[in-house]
């Protein structure tokens, strides 16, 4: 990153910024947090699609926009999807604020897609003045976006379906996470393998990405070049 001005944090910020989802939600489900709590056909929990291709499509698009137009915050879709990122992006440690989605403006087939992990999504605010110009320019790039709702109060609304208060879930968020010390691996570890080309650790950089694992523990790649290990 050449300058330290286009590092943006996934908190929300300002009342009134446009929240716009980058990406189609689909149906992933496969190893994904919401497969833990409910009975899901087996058909619908096979590993997300992996498209290569297509992530780096969008995520040059986000390395444009960033220094394009002055965006607020990103988030991607892992460890909930949509709806867990959302609530994530409103427990900005500079002070809690809320957030207001429109789900008629998602785009989906249904509600259960809210909690999917599809690979190549994100979430992203900034000044309405900003949202349509987003707009225009990933429509030029045939990148999929859309305003879905916007920033502002202290609570988190799904329009016609819940409401609740931002302190509240970010005190169940934040009473979720254990108190003692990790000293093991545990599950859901991200594992990403190439081999027989010169660029495996820039292809494992970008398998890694787009499964989503972001190395909250840690993370590492590890190459052989047939002789040592690097």
């Not at 297509?54 to 444009?64: Q, T």
């Not at 992203?124 to 976006?145: G, M, P, Q, T």
Request: glycine share 8%; aromatic share 10%; charged share 25%.
């Amino acid at each position: 990153i050449e300058d330290i001005k286009f590092l943006k944090n996934q908190w929300f910020k300002e009342e009134d910024d446009d929240i716009m989802l980058l990406g189609n939600l689909k149906n992933d489900y496969g190893g994904s947090q919401v497969s833990k709590y409910l009975d899901l056909k087996s058909k619908i929990l096979t590993p997300p699609n992996l498209n290569l291709d297509s992530h780096i499509r969008v995520d040059n698009f986000l390395y444009k926009i960033i220094r394009k137009f002055d965006i607020a915050s990103i988030h991607d879709l892992s460890e909930g999807g949509l709806m867990v990122a959302l609530a994530e992006s409103c427990f900005n440690p500079s002070g809690l604020i809320g957030a207001t989605i429109d789900e008629k403006s998602l785009g989906i087939s249904n509600s259960l897609q809210m909690f999917s992990e599809t690979q190549g999504c994100y979430i992203l605010s900034c000044k309405s003045s900003k949202s349509k110009k987003i707009e225009s320019f990933a429509k030029r790039n045939n990148i999929d976006v859309r305003i879905i709702g916007k920033v502002g109060g202290n609570k988190f609304i799904l329009k016609d379906s819940f409401s609740a208060s931002v302190s509240t879930l970010f005190k169940r968020w934040s009473d979720s996470f254990p108190r003692w010390k990790m000293d093991k691996l545990k599950e859901e570890c991200g594992v990403f393998g190439i081999f027989d080309t010169d660029e495996a650790a820039l292809f494992t950089t970008l398998g890694l990405h787009s499964l989503q694992h972001r190395g909250k523990e840690a993370v590492g790649i590890v190459t052989f070049d047939g002789k040592n290990f690097n």
